[in-house]
């Protein structure tokens, strides 16, 4: 199992899948391309390309030895941007930040209470006075007007 | 007993005034009013003065917000959808009239539908003109024609976007001259302009104000109309009208417009706030900088118009049909 | 030329008076503050300040905003070189080289790099804008569709000289970023391609986003969870200014850099982006250390960021010559104007005068502007580098979240983001290079829109890219560059031959 054959074979499956996908389209000819005439090409495209990554693949990194210890932090990290785009609009800009650098500073990194809440506080109230105030960006308040 | 009754006389007083506090004064919130397209476009052209009259007419601060994608589907749906408080509105061109009959022409639910839009009033409506390159053998509309009916499909034409509204205006005239013409779709009205510059298409149906400069200069030569009366920055350009073509008729127009739901009362203010707005003289100096006229339509006339523009629409699209990929 | 002499003067002196140089000030600071934001590049920041410039008058408006736009692309510089971020989608490619010179400690040294290089950019851009905008204005009008396409051709070739590691992978990763870029409505046919019910999806997957999410976040995410911090090596004092060898170094790579930059922005509707990308690939491919880059290569942040700037100025060509948009901020530029009243046209240099030139001399002096912002800030933008990084992510995730979201309005865009950058996370671990996939989003649209279109205009004929002659030199240079790139194979297979030859005749004897 090492690195490129596993990075190869996901190719190859994403290739196979816009193949899939792209069979409700009409195809068109060579003369006249169709919406899916392009997008057929390029997925054989990837699907070769992915085949010749699998092939030449033995002598390359196992996937076990490139060390994935990051990935509970990654995780955190990932879920936390996942509840800002779930909360930004409904919660507001201010809202959102706040809640996601006190989760990141004080659960993730463990940070203490004093400084995860100015943090937190200041960069979201910062942010959206220089951003949203002065500079004019529409950034979404919350429902409560904040 | 007299607990009572002033308990009744306190709660008749109450529901009698509840309306009036219910119904908070309208304008109260920064008003936004969304424009479906990029910056720079034709909506922001009009939009944008219009908010800043509508913010001296109403006393209430109102902001242009620009929300662009799928050549309008976004903004428009977003609009449709909001909550009908009289705080979102809309200012639309003609395609939100086109984007519901293309959906259905692909079979797919649409993003929106015409009728969920109540609307305010019409402010500009631009027809659009036919330009060709000077150096083309062209000199007059009638002469086009005749070598498109010589040969079918030979003479190319660019659009802002297939389906858009450049798109059908030409297809509006050629189904009603029966000719065929080529279609080279750009990215854009500025790149149509520029592929009929550049010698890469032939021809192009356009809004005056993108070609204007371009005429003026000497580079383009505008061979015809589209609109029921002549354009007065061209008096001398007729109209397909007058040639014999009733209908090629097709506007850009801009409009302003609130979600269906929005209450009654606050209908009314927006339509005198707007009906002020286009009589502010500031808001008349940069449409005239434009040399874009104001056309402004309400109630009954707006809606006559948005109908009859709306069908013709329908039927363009419709005989278009989905493009022929054999 | 002595004629143009007088009307600099006259610019000049439009440009200089107190007002004028009070906004473009205030366009290059807010410019800069705006590119800072991942992902929040010019457009973005001339549009979300186009209606402050509404009660300006038509000049000091137009100053303003130029000073926006070049300010955005200093400020990009700052954020990809300090954090690996793209501050704009531009910025990819110094992200790689710039970032890699942070971490040795020569942060100061890419960015004084960054902004010197984009000075002289903009500046000699400006000059050859002034004494050759007409000229050069009608040559990029023919190109046409079939001359994109062959251009952009040439682009994407670009790539097989950008990736040092395994060719194969990184045309992998360039199909997989060309076959992201076929998501949208199918701009000749009006389909919508692979986008699920989802209306914003309707114009693509946005650079933007996916630019911010395979570099910055996928930075983040295997970054923070480090055991041990990373090795930045702080910088001292003295250190902080670019050290004789590297100023030479960065000599020639900025001066092609504004070249290639400067032709790529005049032609219209070319993605000025591409212009770093391939300066990148033109300094790989000359320099007599190609392995240094990707580990902190002078040449590989001097040459993009020229080229950047030189596209930008160069994207004005068409604009202020012929009244054309050669882009979409050119288009916002055109439209300010002709809310302020002025019709842009070929008529302008001649109606407007005072705008045209006074336009042209505020570039310089935007440029001399955001010159002397930026390198006395190096100092305090290394600093920001001090700040422990447990700290400094968070704050970093939330300015991405803000700039990708700013930039459309859009929460879509932030889960593109989130995707992208789970999806840059296991790239990285499985090491692909993620830079091909940025060009193959922006290439894809254009590429397929460019074909089409040209098959339209010939009816089916292929023959239309040779009958041409543009696009025929340009498709012969990119066949030159293809052979070229296969040399090393056939010469590989040839020795093979010849010494499985010697092999043979060897035991024959």
């Not at chain 3, 510089?77 to 942070?102: F, K, N």
Request: proline content about 7%; some cysteine.
């Amino acid at each position: 199992m090492t690195i490129d054959r596993v990075g190869g074979g996901a190719l190859v499956l994403l290739a196979l899948f816009t193949l899939w996908e792209s069979r409700k389209l009409p195809l068109g000819t060579l003369q006249n391309p169709g919406p899916s005439y392009v997008p057929v090409i390029l997925s054989l495209l990837l699907l070769g390309f992915g085949l010749v990554v699998i092939a030449m693949g033995r002598g390359s990194d196992g996937v076990a030895s490139v060390g994935w210890g990051e990935w509970r932090h990654a995780i955190a990290i990932l879920g936390c941007l996942a509840f800002m785009a779930l909360a930004l609009e409904r919660l507001g800009y201010r809202i959102t930040i706040f809640a996601a650098l006190a989760f990141l500073l004080g659960v993730v990194e463990r940070r203490g209470v004093v400084t995860t809440t100015v943090f937190a506080v200041a960069f979201s109230g910062l942010s959206f006075y220089l951003f949203a105030t002065v500079l004019r960006v529409q950034l979404p308040r919350s429902p409560w007007g904040f | 007993m007299t607990v009572l009754r002033m308990l009744l006389v306190a709660l008749v007083v109450l529901a009698a005034g509840a309306p009036a506090l219910a119904q908070e004064a309208y304008p109260s919130r920064p008003i936004t009013v969304v424009a479906p397209f990029p910056p720079g476009g034709i909506a922001d052209l009009t939009g944008r003065p219009l908010v800043a009259a509508l913010e001296k007419v109403l006393k209430n601060p109102v902001a242009l917000v620009n929300r662009q994608g799928a050549a309008g589907a976004v903004g428009m749906q977003s609009v449709a959808v909001s909550k009908p408080d009289g705080y979102t509105l809309l200012v639309a061109l003609s395609s939100i009239s086109i984007i519901p009959e293309a959906d259905k022409l692909f079979g797919r639910p649409p993003a929106y539908t015409v009728d969920q839009f109540a609307p305010i009033a019409l402010l500009t409506a631009d027809p659009t003109v036919l330009v060709v390159r000077t150096e083309s053998p062209w000199k007059t509309a009638k002469e086009l024609v005749e070598d498109a009916k010589k040969r079918p499909n030979q003479i190319l034409y660019s659009s802002s976007g297939v389906y858009g509204t450049l798109h059908m205006a030409m297809e509006l005239l050629s189904q009603a001259a029966g000719i065929k013409l080529r279609h080279v779709p750009a990215s854009g009205g500025g790149p149509a302009v520029t592929a009929l510059l550049g010698g890469h298409v032939e021809a192009l149906a356009s809004g005056p104000a993108a070609v204007l400069p371009h005429i003026k200069a000497g580079k383009l030569r505008v061979l015809a109309g589209w609109g029921a009366e002549r354009i007065a920055a061209l008096p001398d350009v007729p109209t397909f009208r007058e040639l014999g073509y009733p209908e090629a008729e097709f506007y850009i127009w801009s409009g302003l417009f609130a979600p269906k739901a929005t209450p009654a009362p606050v209908l009314a203010k927006l339509r005198d706030a707007v009906k002020q707005a286009v009589n502010e003289p500031e808001f008349k100096d940069v449409m005239a900088k434009q040399e874009t006229p104001i056309t402004f339509k309400q109630g009954e006339d707006f809606q006559k118009f948005f109908d009859a523009d709306a069908r013709r629409l329908a039927e363009g699209v419709r005989r278009v049909g989905k493009i022929e990929t054999k | 030329m002595f004629e143009t002499i007088q009307n600099l003067a006259l610019g000049f002196s439009v440009a200089l008076s107190p007002s004028v140089l009070m906004y473009a000030f205030v366009g290059c600071l807010v410019g800069t503050l705006v590119g800072v934001l991942p992902g929040v590049g010019p457009l973005a920041g001339i549009s979300l300040l186009l209606p402050a410039t509404f009660g300006l008058n038509a000049t000091n408006a137009i100053v303003m905003l130029a000073g926006i736009y070049y300010g955005a692309m200093y400020g990009g510089s700052t954020t990809s070189i300090l954090m690996r971020i793209p501050g704009e989608a531009a910025s990819v490619m110094t992200c790689i080289d710039g970032y890699a010179m942070a971490r040795k400690g020569r942060a100061g040294a890419a960015l004084a790099i960054a902004a010197v290089g984009s000075y002289v950019a903009g500046t000699i851009s400006v000059v050859a804008l002034m004494f050759l905008a007409p000229p050069l204005a009608t040559f990029a009008l023919r190109f046409g569709p079939p001359e994109y396409f062959a251009l952009l051709l040439l682009g994407l070739l670009v790539l097989a000289y950008m990736s040092g590691g395994s060719m194969a992978k990184a045309l992998a990763m360039a199909a997989f970023g060309l076959l992201l870029g076929m998501v949208g409505i199918d701009q000749m046919t009006g389909y919508f391609r692979f986008a699920y019910g989802i209306v914003e999806l309707g114009d693509g997957i946005g650079v933007v986003p996916v630019a911010v999410g395979l570099f910055g976040v996928a930075e983040i995410l295997i970054s923070a969870g480090q055991k041990t911090p990373q090795e930045i090596v702080q910088p001292k004092f003295r250190e902080l200014l670019p050290s004789k060898t590297e100023w030479r170094e960065s000599v020639m790579p900025t001066a092609r850099g504004t070249v290639l930059g400067f032709l790529i922005g005049v032609i219209p509707g070319s993605a000025h982006i591409i212009s770093s990308f391939v300066s990148y690939a033109l300094e790989r491919k000359l320099s007599k250390t190609p392995e240094q880059f990707g580990k902190g290569a002078v040449a590989g942040v001097a040459g993009p960021e020229s080229a950047n700037n030189a596209a930008t100025s160069g994207a004005f060509v068409p604009m202020l010559a012929l009244g054309v948009p050669s882009g979409p901020i050119p288009a916002v530029m055109l439209a300010a104007m002709m809310v302020h009243g002025i019709s842009p046209g070929p008529m302008l240099i001649n109606q407007q005068p005072q705008l045209f030139w006074g336009f042209i001399a505020s570039m310089y002096i935007g440029n001399v502007m955001l010159l002397i912002l930026n390198l006395p800030m190096v100092g305090l933008f290394v600093n920001v580098l001090r700040v422990p990084y447990p700290l400094l992510y968070p704050a970093i995730l939330a300015f991405s979240v803000l700039g990708v979201y700013a930039v459309n309005g859009s929460v879509v865009d932030v889960w593109i983001m989130f995707a992208m950058g789970a999806v840059g996370f296991v790239l990285r671990k499985l090491q692909f290079e993620t830079a091909p996939v940025v060009l193959g989003v922006v290439l894809a649209p254009m590429i397929e829109m460019a074909l089409r279109q040209s098959l339209a205009m010939s009816d089916g004929r292929y023959a239309i890219f040779f009958s041409r002659p543009i696009a025929t030199t340009l498709l012969a240079v990119g066949a030159v560059l293809v052979i070229l790139a296969l040399r090393p194979l056939v010469m590989r297979t040839l020795d093979w031959r010849a010494r499985l030859a010697l092999v043979e005749k060897g035991e024959n004897l």
